[in-house]
């Protein structure tokens, strides 16, 4: 397995490698100063490595994911099912070619096999969902997460008991002066947020142990004399703000800096790169039907365009409107176009088998 891992396949020499080569916004001619130089890279497995137990990974990346390998087959059926990100890098101008092989040529040969309508919506899908992006990472760039987790104590509340045993409001646990260190708690029969709350002292092993919440079974002789009220603890808040708080600092330690100025300035209340992508899409479906493949090194006045969304300089429902514009304009060429309905998944089952067959002929032992 070894020999499929992201370092050695990174090996220009490596014999199961057929093509690397640069994608992302360097292929699209949309890179800037600061871009990251993200590849893609293809890798051919003989075929009785499908029927092994221990099979080797569809695909193959690095840390960030920016860099990948594919196997040969994965990569052939994301393209026949109109992955706009595979379809693109089957048309890479040549510039982004960094390897390339005789298996590689095939495979090019006969690359409009792969094209179909089907592009015209998954392109559009893609699209639109890099809209719901925009706005979802607007939200994270003007709610920032402190550096500390989330604590399990700051999501409960106290219902003390007063006198004559009757309950009082919720309060949180700076008011009720209780420190859950210092105590134990029981389940409540047929509930799943309240808790009996008992004051051991010193003596306490604590309410929360490593983050978990842990019921005791309480003497009975302790019931009267250490019962202190009823523990609520909302456990789904609680682990959806760790969930929040995770995600946010994986996104901030992973992020381009440079992208997040305009919205961190106030200058830009939308992510500008992911709605660039929305166009991007937009525009290479659009030529996907009218030509009969994707536009990937875009220039002239559609260049501008899409920098000047990327430097925000372009409002937000603007952009929308020629959204629905040009998604409208894909759906009506799509229904007339002369492409076929889907990719020839049978011409690609063959092209599969060819290029499996000629790789193992040229790599006997």
């Known amino acids: 397995m070894n020999h499929f891992s992201f370092q050695s396949l990174q090996d220009k020499h490596h014999e199961h490698v057929i093509f690397r080569g640069v994608w992302g916004s360097f292929a699209y001619g949309t890179n800037t100063p600061e871009s990251d130089r993200d590849t893609i890279g293809i890798f051919i497995l003989p075929k009785d490595r499908y029927l092994a137990l221990e099979g080797t990974p569809a695909q193959i990346s690095d840390a960030t994911n920016d860099n990948r390998f594919y196997s040969l087959r994965n990569y052939c059926e994301l393209a026949a099912n109109a992955n706009p990100n595979i379809l693109d890098s089957l048309f890479l101008p040549h510039d982004c070619v960094l390897h390339s092989s005789l298996y590689w040529d095939m495979l090019q040969q006969y690359r409009n096999i792969f094209v179909s309508k089907l592009a015209g919506r998954t392109y559009c899908e893609y699209a639109l969902s890099q809209i719901k992006k925009a706005r979802g990472c607007n939200k994270r760039v003007h709610n920032p997460q402190p550096l500390e987790a989330p604590e399990a104590k700051n999501f409960c509340r106290i219902i003390p008991f007063r006198a004559g045993g009757m309950p009082g409001r919720p309060i949180n646990l700076n008011d009720a002066c209780i420190s859950l260190t210092r105590c134990h708690v029981a389940a409540l029969e047929n509930s799943s947020e309240l808790f009996r709350l008992y004051d051991y002292g010193a003596d306490a092993g604590g309410v929360f142990r490593n983050g978990t919440l842990v019921c005791e079974s309480i003497p009975k002789a302790d019931e009267e004399s250490r019962f202190i009220g009823l523990l609520v603890f909302n456990k789904n808040a609680f682990e959806k703000a760790k969930s929040e708080h995770r995600q946010y600092w994986e996104w901030r330690n992973k992020r381009n800096e440079s992208r997040w100025r305009n919205q961190e300035s106030g200058e830009s209340d939308y992510d500008a790169k992911n709605l660039m992508h929305t166009f ?80 193992e002929k040229d790599h006997a032992r």
């Not at 030509?291 to 899409?306: A, H, K, N, T």
């Not at 959204?323 to 990719?343: F, H, Q």
């Not at 690609?348 to 067959?357: E, G, H, P, Q, V």
């Open 280 to 359: 991007r899409l937009l525009y290479s479906g659009l030529h996907i039907i009218r030509f009969g493949e994707p536009l990937v090194r875009f220039s002239g006045e559609i260049l501008q365009e899409l920098m000047n969304i990327r430097n925000g300089l372009c409002l937000y429902d603007e952009l929308l409107n020629k959204v629905a514009m040009l998604t409208s304009e894909l759906e009506r060429l799509r229904l007339c176009s002369t492409l076929p309905e889907c990719a020839d998944h049978a011409a690609i089952d063959r092209l599969l088998l060819d290029i499996t067959n000629q790789w």
